[in-house]
């Protein structure tokens, strides 16, 4: 369903962003008190629609459960809010920095000040939490805010809409609905930042309409996030995590893992350990309450091509838990699969998934483990399973990723003090910890000459105290006769 763009007040998004930075200029940046105080408004509105929420987007998904709601989304709201209402006035506060051997008189510091405008554009697999994490972000940095939530999760951007325009004028926080052209005319509009979270082909298109206004982007994209499990580390832990972070949300989350790498002694014992664990963690099977849906029939379809590629190329196809066939009997229900020997050939294999599947390779060596992960684009997160030793070390150093989790699956994303962020085809930019509002403020030097201004004696002419001085900073000087 796509919802037609509904101006607010009168107001197309053109117009918005121009009341809401000619406001910014009016009243300049706004102090800690003013920024807590939108905080704790935010704050205040999201715990009085917690039940509208989880209503909205189950709607939206067909199905997805409260708990996992409140869990993966209110709760994580939640937390960043309250991380950045206590660090704020650390944020705020000017950094020193050092001067020139020449400018010890004088001060050097950095303020970091409001942007002025930023555009957020948010996905559809957790759209309350991306919507809401980057907007809090946004205001403690002393922000105005235009917002675009997706059109795939209609009822969601609905409730958001009106519980925005409930807490704030909409020359401070305003939302934009509409669908995907509504999306290309707001990533093209001239905003002092934008941030965007989603494909990596949408992001793609995102930049280069931001790139006509130069405006500065944060890409939180996706890509093929591997978990690697050491030999001898298929245990429940390891599987607990796995499943966890494979299935939560139906598999759709930008972090979970897209492939694992599991050694050729324990690949049958994956398998095995697996299929329990989703019967543990899904008692009811995929028809269950705690189990999600796919979000729509388009992206159910592209999965189901995805398993039958592949088994066609020769791979195992492995339906696990309880009761796996009766995934059919729900709209839009995909039950948790393996794919075991994938080719590199096969579709699922080259692109994010998405989904409650996850294929398996094999691996002998940790080197190999390496080589495989760079020879493919860079992931937006890693995770490792076993010991904290030479091979965890090695994998850490020659790997790049996004963020990497050691032991556990998706946990990284939670800890608020973190940056989280990818690199290359996962994304570009970080928020979330202090990166998140060091990325919505400008970083402006500001240097204060002291009394004393021995820089005023290096000035032409030149003379003796030249020569002086770039011989100490050089080694040798020219001869001020010259």
Same mark, same amino acid.
Do not use: W
């Given at each position: 369903?796509?919802?037609?763009?509904?101006?607010?007040?009168?107001?197309?998004?053109?117009?918005? #962003? *121009? =009341?809401? +930075?000619?406001?910014? @200029?009016?009243?300049?940046?706004?102090?800690? %008190?003013?920024?807590? &105080?939108? #905080? *704790? =408004?935010? +704050?205040?509105?999201? @715990?009085?629609?917690?039940?509208?929420?989880? %209503?909205?987007?189950? &709607?939206?998904?067909?199905?997805?459960?409260?708990?996992?709601?409140?869990?993966?989304?209110?709760?994580?709201?939640?937390?960043?809010?309250?991380?950045?209402?206590?660090?704020?006035?650390?944020?705020?506060?000017?950094?020193?920095?050092?001067?020139?051997?020449?400018?010890?008189?004088?001060q050097a510091w950095v303020e970091h000040q409001p942007k002025g405008v930023v555009g957020v554009m948010a996905p559809w697999n957790y759209p309350f939490a991306l919507t809401f994490i980057p907007l809090a972000t946004a205001l403690a940095a002393g922000n105005r805010v235009m917002l675009k939530p997706s059109e795939l999760t209609p009822r969601t951007s609905e409730v958001i809409q009106r519980m925005l325009a409930d807490t704030f004028p909409a020359d401070e926080v305003a939302v934009v609905l509409g669908g995907p052209e509504t999306g290309a005319a707001?990533?093209?509009?001239?905003?002092?930042?934008?941030?965007?979270?989603?494909?990596?082909?949408?992001?793609?298109?995102?930049?280069?309409?931001?790139?006509?206004?130069?405006?500065?982007?944060?890409?939180?994209?996706?890509?093929?996030?591997?978990?690697?499990?050491?030999?001898?580390?298929?245990?429940?832990?390891?599987?607990?995590?796995?499943?966890?972070?494979?299935?939560?949300?139906?598999?759709?989350?930008?972090?979970?893992?897209?492939?694992?790498?599991?050694?050729?002694?324990?690949?049958?014992?994956?398998?095995?350990?697996?299929?329990?664990?989703?019967?543990?963690?899904?008692?009811?099977?995929?028809?269950?309450r705690d189990y999600t849906s796919i979000i729509s029939d388009r992206h159910y379809a592209r999965l189901v091509s995805l398993v039958d590629d592949a088994r066609s190329r020769g791979a195992r196809v492995v339906e696990a838990g309880v009761n796996p066939q009766s995934a059919r009997n729900r709209v839009r229900t995909l039950?948790?699969?393996?794919?075991?020997?994938?080719?590199?050939e096969s579709a699922i294999m080259q692109e994010e998934i998405f989904g409650p599947i996850l294929p398996v390779r094999t691996y002998r060596n940790i080197d190999e483990v390496i080589d495989y992960v760079n020879a493919r684009p860079r992931p937006l997160a890693l995770y490792y399973f076993g010991n904290h030793d030479c091979e965890c070390e090695a994998l850490l150093a020659r790997t790049t990723s996004g963020n990497t989790g050691i032991n556990n699956t998706l946990m990284h994303v939670a800890q608020d003090d973190l940056p989280f962020g990818g690199i290359g085809p996962s994304g570009m930019g970080a928020y979330h910890g202090i990166e998140g509002f060091r990325s919505m403020s400008h970083a402006k030097g500001v240097f204060a000459q002291g009394r004393w201004n021995l820089p005023s004696l290096l000035r032409a002419p030149f003379g003796k105290f030249a020569d002086f001085a770039l011989k100490g900073v050089l080694g040798a000087g020219r001869k001020s006769a010259d």
């Open positions: 369903m796509t919802i037609p763009v509904e101006p607010i007040q009168g107001l197309d998004a053109a117009d918005l #962003l *121009a =009341r809401q +930075r000619s406001a910014f @200029l009016r009243a300049g940046p706004p102090s800690l %008190e003013q920024r807590k &105080a939108q #905080l *704790a =408004r935010l +704050r205040a509105v999201v @715990l009085a629609n917690r039940e509208t929420v989880q %209503e909205a987007i189950s &709607a939206d998904f067909g199905h997805r459960s409260h708990h996992e709601t409140d869990l993966m989304e209110l709760a994580g709201v939640i937390q960043s809010i309250d991380y950045l209402t206590r660090n704020l006035r650390r944020f705020m506060k000017p950094e020193r920095r050092h001067v020139g051997i020449f400018s010890r008189s004088g707001f990533s093209g509009l001239p905003f002092d930042h934008l941030l965007f979270t989603g494909s990596t082909q949408v992001g793609r298109k995102v930049m280069k309409a931001a790139s006509d206004n130069l405006v500065p982007v944060t890409l939180e994209l996706g890509g093929k996030s591997p978990v690697i499990v050491a030999r001898g580390h298929v245990n429940d832990r390891t599987m607990g995590s796995v499943v966890f972070g494979k299935l939560s949300n139906g598999g759709q989350t930008c972090v979970a893992p897209d492939y694992a790498l599991v050694h050729e002694d324990d690949l049958e014992a994956f398998v095995a350990q697996f299929d329990a664990m989703v019967a543990r963690s899904y008692p009811e099977g995929p028809t269950g039950a948790p699969t393996l794919v075991v020997g994938a080719t590199d």
